[in-house]
C-alpha cells in the first residue's frame, strides 16, 4: 500500500515537474494570470466603487456572487457540525463535582446528597480536576475586548487597509475561542448561547443575500449596489461602496459565529458542558 | 544546459507547491490514521493557496491597495503594473476561511467516528466493520 502510494506521489510530482517549464517565472508581470481580468480590476476598482483596497472591492463587489456563496458554505459546515456532533440527551452522572469559586475546594457530591445549585458561590464542573489559573484568567480577560475591538477595526476599515469580513470575523470568533479556553464553555455560554450564535450566523448569511435581493428589487441586477443610492442618499460609486460594507458585516457575523459554533461542538463533543 | 537549469531554479515558488502537494497527497493515500489524513488534505489545501498567491506576484510592485484611490480622478495614475494581482488573493482569502470550516467538519466526522468504534485507525475500523 505504501509501496503504490509512493510509485502514484512519485508519478505525480513527476508529471507537475515535467509541466514545470511552461509556468510564468516567478513575480513575472506579463504572466498570462495577471494580463487579463486583473488589470480591470486595478484600474477602475477605485473609480467603480470607491474602495482603494482592491481586494476588498473584487470580493464583494465584482465578485459577489462567489462570496456569497462561500458564506453559504461556511453556514452549512456550522451547521454540519451541529448536527454531526450535538447530543441533548445528558447521562445523569452518579456523583456530582463542584467547585467553590473563592477557595477553590472541589465538592464531591454522592448520590441522593443536596446540591449547592444555584448558589453564587459554586460552579458546577465535570471532571476532578480542572484546570484553573486566576493569572491566565485575567490575562485573557484584558486581552479579550481589545482584540474584539480590533476585529471591528478590520472589518470597518476593509476599504482602506488590508481587511473585512472574512478576517475580521475570524478574528473575533478567535477572541471568543480564546475566552472559552482560558475560562471554560460554561462561562462562554452565559455571554453567548449556542442559540444566539446559529442564529447569528444565519443573519449574517440573511444579510449577504438580503441586500442582494434589495437591488433586485430596486430594479437592479442581484447584488448591484449601485441601485442602493437613492436609499442611502449618496451618488451610485459611494452606493457601492457603501454595499461593500453591508455585505462585509453579513460575512463577519457569518464567520464569527461559525467560528464560535465549530469550536462549541467540537471541544465538548457535542455535549456542551464544561468542554476543554 | 545553463538556461534550463537557470529557468528551474528561478521557479523556486512551484517548486515549493510541487513538495507540499506530494506530502499531502501521500499522507492522504498512505497514512491510516483520520487525524493524519485530515493533516494531510489541510496541507495539499496549503499548497494549492501557496500556489494562487505565487502566481499573483509581480516583481517591484506592491499590495493591492491604491496609494491615492480617493476621489474620481485618482484612477487615471493608476497602473496595472505597480500592483500585484488582487485576483488570486481574493480567492485564496475566501479559500482559507472554507478550508477551516471543512476542516471543522471533518473534525466533527473524526470526533463521531471515534465514538462509534473506540479507534482512529483505518484497518481497526475496517476490523470492526467486517466483524458481524
Known amino acids: ?276 | 544546459m545553463e538556461a534550463i537549469l537557470s529557468s528551474f531554479l528561478t521557479k523556486y515558488n512551484y517548486w515549493v507547491f510541487i513538495g507540499l502537494v506530494m506530502i499531502g497527497m501521500y499522507a492522504l493515500i498512505a497514512k491510516r490514521n483520520l487525524v493524519k489524513k485530515i493533516i494531510g488534505m489541510n496541507i495539499f489545501q496549503t499548497a494549492v493557496i501557496l500556489f494562487y498567491v505565487s502566481i499573483g506576484a509581480k516583481q517591484g510592485s506592491t499590495i493591492p491597495i491604491l496609494d491615492s484611490g480617493h476621489g474620481h480622478d485618482a484612477h487615471h495614475a493608476v497602473q496595472a503594473i505597480d500592483y500585484i494581482n488582487p485576483l488570486p488573493h481574493v480567492l485564496m482569502l475566501t479559500a482559507i476561511v472554507v478550508s477551516v470550516a471543512t476542516l471543522g467538519v471533518a473534525l466533527a466526522l473524526a470526533i463521531k467516528v471515534h465514538q462509534q468504534y473506540g479507534t482512529l485507525e483505518e484497518d481497526e475500523i475496517a476490523a470492526q466493520i467486517d466483524k458481524p
Request: with cysteine; hydrophobic share 45%; proline share 4%.
Open chain 1, 1 to 276: 500500500m505504501r509501496f503504490i502510494a509512493l510509485i502514484t506521489i512519485l508519478l505525480m510530482g513527476g508529471l507537475l515537474f515535467y509541466g514545470l517549464p511552461d509556468f510564468p517565472d516567478w513575480g513575472d508581470p506579463a504572466s498570462p494570470a495577471s494580463t487579463h481580468v486583473s488589470p480591470y480590476y486595478i484600474e477602475h476598482g477605485a473609480a467603480d466603487t470607491h474602495a482603494p483596497n482592491i481586494v476588498t472591492a473584487v470580493l464583494a463587489d465584482y465578485r459577489g456572487y462567489d462570496t456569497m456563496f462561500e458564506t453559504a458554505v461556511i453556514f452549512s459546515a456550522g451547521l454540519a457540525c451541529f448536527f454531526l456532533l450535538r447530543t441533548f440527551r445528558q447521562k445523569s452522572a452518579e456523583t456530582k463535582l463542584y467547585r467553590h469559586i473563592p477557595t477553590g475546594v472541589t465538592l464531591r457530591i454522592e448520590k441522593g446528597g443536596k446540591t449547592p445549585a444555584g448558589s453564587e458561590e459554586f460552579e458546577p464542573i465535570d471532571s476532578h480536576w480542572v484546570p484553573y489559573d486566576m493569572i491566565i484568567n485575567m490575562t485573557c480577560r484584558l486581552i479579550v475586548p481589545f482584540v474584539q475591538l480590533f476585529a471591528l477595526y478590520v472589518i470597518a476599515h476593509g476599504h482602506y487597509s488590508p481587511g473585512g469580513g472574512f478576517q475580521g470575523g475570524v478574528i473575533f470568533g478567535a477572541a471568543i475561542i480564546l475566552f472559552a479556553i482560558s475560562h471554560d464553555l460554561r462561562s462562554v455560554f452565559r455571554r453567548l448561547q449556542e442559540k444566539t450564535a446559529i442564529l447569528l450566523s444565519a443573519a449574517g448569511v440573511l444579510i449577504y443575500a438580503g441586500t442582494g435581493v434589495l437591488c433586485l428589487i430596486l430594479g437592479g441586477n442581484f447584488l448591484d449596489y449601485s441601485r442602493l443610492a437613492g436609499l442611502l442618499g449618496v451618488d451610485a460609486v459611494m452606493a457601492r461602496s457603501h454595499g461593500i460594507l453591508i455585505v462585509e458585516i453579513g460575512v463577519g457575523l457569518a464567520v464569527m459565529a461559525v467560528m464560535v459554533m465549530l469550536y462549541y461542538n467540537l471541544s465538548s463533543a457535542g455535549r456542551h458542558d464544561e468542554g476543554l
